[in-house]
């Protein structure tokens, strides 16, 4: 019961709770005070009774002390009854004279005197008087003894019986008054304390409804609020007021920046000339699109949404979520992919750089992409790799040239023995003829290789990505122009690591770095023998290893070297050492781009006159 009655002050109001605590409060009060009052009234009343009996037996026993000592009985019952009767007659119940014997000499009592009273509440020789509660007949009696003396001695003792039910009913008529004026009292704070509480929490409820009203996006509350100044509230409910006050000034204000940024928002979506997505954090579901990506990749919107963006795009979904967390904590845009390839509806192919930015979208985690077209200049980058490839394929055409007539002229000399051999009507021998045979297709198959190679090389990449082992285009540049380098007196030197990890590139692409940087690495050593430069070996070192989760490839060379100034522009496009007509300048520019595109790095260690090293890392493929 107890329970449920403070369970349901716990779930009232604020003003039902002050109100119930202020009631139980006053009745807490009044029950004390009542119960203090009666003690001290039933101290006060016992205590004068006792004082009244006393003054009575005191009186009796001056009275009564010729007729003691003179035996007279008839006086002495006149004595005390006279002393009963009266206006006494409600406050004593009886009284009785001994002498000192204890001899009963005269007593009140209508019916025989009851003998238990002799041996109850005896007079100590060293007292005035004696007061002892006794129960008589069911009631509870004040038995007050007062000693009778002449002189030194002590000649009888008078006993006077006061009601206790004398004070009771008294004690009785006070509690009526006394209950009546609490219950006045009560009602009255009664009343006072629902005032008070309506008053106090009369601002707060306005307060509570402002709140609403906020929640509700309202905030023309500024009359609302006025009201509650104008109740008079100097303290905390006026602190809390202005309090509301600034609050919703600053909600105000925050509201109107978010309008005006959802707006810019909504502005940059729909009208940005980049295609935006809108995707889902953890499945790179499309969410949203805006029409530059319906225009950009010919899908309708409905089409777009609930497909993943891996669907049109060749990158990774791992890729892409880390890519979103670095974001998250960098606090910025993030570039996840560079010439990532996508595919329109209809099949067409399109080159796009890809940007993240991580938000929260209808209650998720998600990711904003936006993707910028670069298909023109991808196209342009190829055509400019493409002529530098065969720019390159041009310079080397002698040496090609040389290594295409070895195979040639095997293959002719072996027909014009045989031309030799009919016209002289001689007879080759099957021996003779079964070596001519395969010595010429050998030299095919010589010449075959070549012009595949060349072939491959000289092949339009594109930007896929596949698991290679990097040490397949090193071995594939080298069967190309090996030969012709050390025709050259340039010394190839290798040292491979067999098991190294494979990288995600293309063979072709990273064949086009390694020629770059093996044929300028030759021109360093050519440069050097043309300046004069001390001979300390034409060689040329080519290292690959894996280390701490990267492939390295290192080429180094013998040549003439550079200067910190030189370093610091040799990846710029069209700037070179050569002299006008012997290179464009593209070569090492082309060459970081390719490699940046497989997310790798180049380091430059290099020394004048001492020779360069090109130190190349990719991440190792998992």
């Given at each position: ?13 604020l ?48 009275s ?52 238990d ?13 004696d ?84 929640s ?83 899908y ?16 990774e ?8 967390f ?83 002229n ?25 070596q ?44 190309i ?17 067999e ?21 300028n ?18 060689r ?58 497989y ?24």
């Amino acid at each position: 019961m107890v329970k449920r009655l403070i369970s349901s002050v716990e779930n009232t109001n604020l003003k039902n709770k002050i109100f119930f605590l202020i009631t139980a409060v006053i009745l807490l009060i009044s029950v004390l005070i009542a119960l203090f009052t009666r003690w001290v009234l039933i101290s006060s009343l016992t205590s004068e009774l006792k004082e009244r009996g006393l003054g009575i037996g005191h009186s009796i026993a001056e009275s009564s002390r010729g007729y003691i000592l003179t035996k007279d009985i008839p006086k002495l019952i006149s004595l005390i009854f006279d002393a009963r009767l009266g206006v006494r007659k409600h406050l004593m119940g009886y009284v009785y004279i001994t002498d000192k014997q204890g001899k009963i000499l005269a007593h009140t009592f209508t019916t025989e005197f009851p003998v238990d009273l002799l041996n109850i509440n005896p007079i100590d020789p060293e007292k005035t008087y004696d007061i002892e509660l006794l129960r008589l007949d069911g009631k509870f009696v004040y038995d007050v003894a007062i000693p009778v003396t002449e002189g030194l001695y002590r000649i009888g003792s008078v006993h006077v019986g006061l009601k206790k039910q004398h004070i009771d009913q008294l004690i009785g008529k006070l509690r009526t008054t006394f209950l009546g004026f609490v219950s006045a009292v009560t009602i009255l704070f009664f009343i006072i304390s629902h005032y008070l509480s309506k008053y106090i929490t009369r601002p707060i409820t306005e307060l509570i409804k402002v709140s609403d009203e906020i929640s509700r996006g309202n905030f023309d509350i500024t009359q609302n609020l006025g009201r509650v100044d104008r109740m008079g509230v100097k303290d905390e409910v006026q602190q809390l007021s202005n309090s509301f006050m600034n609050m919703t000034n600053r909600i105000m204000d925050s509201q109107a920046k978010l309008k005006e940024s959802e707006s810019k928002y909504r502005s940059l979506f729909t009208g940005g000339p980049n295609p935006i997505f809108v995707l889902d954090r953890e499945t790179l579901t499309i969410l949203s699109a805006n029409p530059s990506a319906e225009e950009t990749y010919e899908y309708t919107k409905e089409n777009l949404i609930g497909k993943t963006f891996t669907e049109i795009g060749s990158f990774e979904l791992d890729e892409v979520q880390q890519a979103d967390f670095q974001a998250e904590h960098a606090g910025k845009i993030t570039t996840i992919g560079s010439k990532v390839q996508c595919r329109k509806k209809g099949g067409d192919l399109l080159y796009v750089n890809v940007h993240a930015c991580p938000v929260r979208y209808q209650n998720r985690d998600a990711v904003i992409l936006a993707t910028t077209d670069i298909t023109e200049m991808v196209e342009k980058d190829n055509q400019l790799i493409q002529a530098s490839k065969m720019t390159t394929l041009g310079e080397m055409s002698a040496g090609i040239a040389h290594e295409l007539n070895q195979p040639l002229n095997a293959i002719k000399m072996g027909n014009e023995f045989i031309d030799m051999m009919i016209e002289k009507k001689e007879k080759i021998s099957d021996k003779d003829l079964l070596q001519i045979v395969k010595e010429v297709s050998s030299q095919v198959d010589r010449a075959v290789d070549i012009i595949r190679r060349l072939r491959d090389f000289g092949r339009k990449a594109d930007f896929t990505k596949e698991k290679i082992n990097i040490n397949k285009p090193v071995q594939g540049v080298l069967d190309i122009i090996g030969r012709q380098l050390r025709l050259q007196n340039i010394d190839i030197q290798l040292k491979i690591d067999e098991d190294i990890p494979f990288i995600l590139a293309h063979r072709n692409r990273i064949e086009q770095v390694i020629f770059n940087l093996i044929t300028n690495a030759r021109d360093a050593i050519n440069q050097k023998l043309e300046a004069g430069g001390p001979d300390n070996g034409n060689r040329i070192l080519i290292e690959t290893h894996a280390r701490a989760g990267q492939v390295m490839l290192a080429v180094s060379d013998t040549g003439i070297g550079m200067d910190t100034a030189l370093k610091e522009r040799i990846f710029e496009a069209f700037f070179t050492t050569k002299k006008m007509g012997e290179g464009m300048g593209l070569g090492l520019s082309i060459t970081n781009g390719i490699v940046e595109d497989y997310g790798g790095k180049i380091n430059i260690e290099s020394f004048e006159g001492q020779g360069t090293t090109f130190r190349l890392s990719f991440p190792a493929a998992t």
